[in-house]
């Protein structure tokens, strides 16, 4: 109990300095998601940004459960299944950028923990204009390919995020 208590408090020394920066940006996260797997190994990240402010790009991110975070892009070349680092995405106003299985995602490299069917943890996503944005990740079943949606297990962050389940500064 007192690991969890811990870990809690590190997830929201992250989450409440990068959701302030949101509201102020016109940049907010929805649907975030990822699938179930083992400590030590790589998880994905799959969510849908919406930019109500100026152009910006996504240039990285950080989350508590990882030891690195990275944006990649799935793609097929020749009829072979490929994947490869992107250093950053426009996240044009207006324009939904939808990270997704099969395109753009993001790695969770070096897994601290293993993330279950249920859990809830944080992403703060770095925006080159915009700075820090949070986002609550929720964990699907190990073969999801899409999130589902309802009541969410685990750990919540109800204070921080808003009631359409987005952080930041919702439309």
């Known amino acids: 109990m007192k690991g969890l208590r811990v870990w809690l408090l590190r997830a929201m020394l992250i989450v409440l300095p990068a959701l302030a920066s949101a509201q102020q940006t016109g940049i907010w996260v929805q649907s975030a998601w990822s699938r179930a797997v083992m400590q030590g190994g790589v998880g994905v990240v799959y969510l849908t940004i919406v930019n109500g402010g100026g152009p910006d790009r996504l240039v990285g991110a950080t989350s508590p459960v990882a030891a690195k975070v990275e944006i990649h892009e799935s793609f097929v070349e020749n009829g072979v299944a490929k994947m490869r680092g992107v250093a950053a995405l426009p996240v044009e106003p207006g324009k939904p950028l939808s990270l997704a299985p099969g395109g753009y995602h993001m790695m969770l490299m070096g897994l601290n923990q293993s993330l279950a069917q249920g859990d809830v943890f944080p992403i703060v996503l770095e925006f080159e204009t915009a700075g820090r944005v949070a986002a609550a990740v929720t964990v699907q079943a190990?073969?999801?390919?899409?999130?589902?949606?309802?009541?969410?297990?685990?750990?919540?962050?109800?204070?921080l995020q808003n009631q359409d389940g987005t952080f930041g500064k919702a439309p």
């Not at 190990?142 to 204070?159: L, V």
Request: proline content about 6%.
């Open 142 to 159: 190990a073969g999801s390919s899409a999130p589902i949606h309802g009541r969410i297990s685990g750990m919540h962050m109800e204070g």
